[in-house]
C-alpha cells in the first residue's frame, strides 16, 4: 500500500509562489511516475505537470515557464514550484503517483490566487 499525502496549498496573490510537496509513504519501490493534477470548481481536472524515472518532464501549456516538478529520494518526495501565480491558477492540486500498474492519488491541496 501507498499514501499520498499533499501539502502547500493556500492563499497567495497574483504573482506569488507556492511549493506543494507530495509525499509517499508504505511500499514505494515500483513507482514509475508522479504528476500534479488540479480541478477548478465547475471544470474537468487537468494534468499540471508529470516525471518520470529518466528526469523527463511534462507540463500543461498553461503553467510551462512557471511551474516545475521535482523528485527526491526515489519518489518519497515529489514538488511542485509554482511561480506566477494567476487567479486561473485557483484549483485543488492531486498528486498520482503509477506505481505496480495502479494508479494512486492523494488527497488534494487548496490553492487560491487572489487577484
Known amino acids: 500500500q501507498v499514501q499520498l499525502v499533499e501539502s502547500g496549498g493556500g492563499l497567495v496573490q497574483t504573482g506569488g509562489s507556492l511549493r506543494l510537496s507530495c509525499v509517499a509513504s508504505g511500499r514505494i519501490s515500483g513507482i514509475v511516475a508522479a504528476a500534479w493534477y488540479r480541478q477548478a470548481p465547475g471544470k474537468e481536472r487537468e494534468l499540471v505537470a508529470s516525471i518520470y524515472p529518466g528526469g523527463q518532464t511534462n507540463y500543461g501549456d498553461s503553467v510551462k515557464g512557471r511551474f516545475t516538478i521535482s523528485r527526491v529520494h526515489d519518489w518519497k518526495f515529489v514538488y511542485l514550484q509554482m511561480n506566477n501565480l494567476k487567479p486561473e491558477d485557483t484549483a485543488v492540486y492531486s498528486c498520482?503517483?503509477?506505481?505496480?500498474?495502479?494508479?494512486?492519488w492523494g488527497q488534494g491541496t487548496q490553492v487560491t490566487v487572489s487577484s
Open positions: 498520482k503517483m503509477a506505481i505496480r500498474g495502479a494508479q494512486v
